[in-house]
């Protein structure tokens, strides 16, 4: 299961040690399609650039994209995205989009956690929490 919050947990080291892909083709792609590889060409270090704990040294939007990149990589049968565009413009909006139909069309079953439109008009079933009534108020599709 690969679960990625609001804010991405990500630990000290350099943003393609913490990719961890061994094949730098499939973190090519990957890092295009999630927007990374752009955030990595404006870095002086590039692929070397060492962050420190939690993802210091990049924007909270440039670590959603990292963690992406990362979960594209290394695919689970599980993904939870707990509001995943929390923190990007459109652009970034449009990544996640993508990012999710790509996770999707790999077998993984992709749970999201959202309030934008965008995102739940992308689910399959659709369950809205009332947390004032503290009780699910429906099911269904979109």
């Given at each position: ?5 609001q ?8 943003i393609?040690?913490?990719?961890g892909?061994?094949?730098?083709a499939d973190r ?5 399609r999630t ?9 002086p ?7 420190g704990a939690g993802?210091v040294?990049?924007?909270?939007g440039?670590?959603?994209r ?8 290394r ?6 995205l707990?509001?995943p565009t ?15 139909d790509a ?7 992709v ?8 995102l739940v ?12 009534a503290d009780h699910?108020?429906?099911?269904g599709?979109?």
């Amino acid at each position: 299961m690969t679960w990625l919050p609001q804010r991405p947990v990500l630990e000290p080291g350099t943003i393609d040690a913490l990719l961890g892909s061994p094949d730098r083709a499939d973190r090519d792609r990957a890092a295009a399609r999630t927007g990374l590889g752009a955030v990595v060409a404006t870095l002086p270090d590039g692929w070397a650039t060492a962050l420190g704990a939690g993802g210091v040294g990049l924007s909270v939007g440039q670590r959603q994209r990292l963690a992406l990149t990362r979960a594209l990589l290394r695919p689970t049968a599980l993904v939870v995205l707990d509001e995943p565009t929390a923190h990007l413009d459109a652009a970034g909006e449009r990544v996640v989009l993508d990012t999710v139909d790509a996770l999707r069309a790999a077998g993984s079953a992709v749970l999201l956690v959202a309030h934008r439109r965008s995102l739940v008009a992308r689910a399959d079933d659709v369950v809205t929490v009332d947390a004032a009534a503290d009780h699910l108020v429906g099911a269904g599709t979109p």
